[in-house]
């Protein structure tokens, strides 16, 4: 996982440190709905991009969601 997207799920997010993993899913990472909107606009915000509440729900991971993020950065 990129330190971006760690930063954010720590400081911006508040989720807990020991339980930010690739293979961790939404749920075990502490993600509520709150967390899902929260996340939408702030990539929106930070990165200009455009990441929809279902896109983030629809990673089953964090490493999914973390490429998931970078691709859009990159525009591909």
């Known amino acids: ?24 899913s939404l749920d075990h990472a502490g993600f509520d709905s709150l967390a899902v909107v929260e996340l939408s606009v702030l990539l929106t915000d930070r990165y200009g991009i455009d990441i929809s509440d279902s ?7 964090l490493g999914q969601l973390d490429l998931l993020i970078t691709t859009k950065r990159s525009g591909r």
């Open 55 to 61: 896109d983030i729900k629809d990673a089953a991971t």
């Open 1 to 24: 996982m990129t330190d971006d997207l760690t930063s954010i799920l720590i400081h911006d997010l508040k989720l807990p440190a020991n339980r930010l993993t690739d293979d961790a």
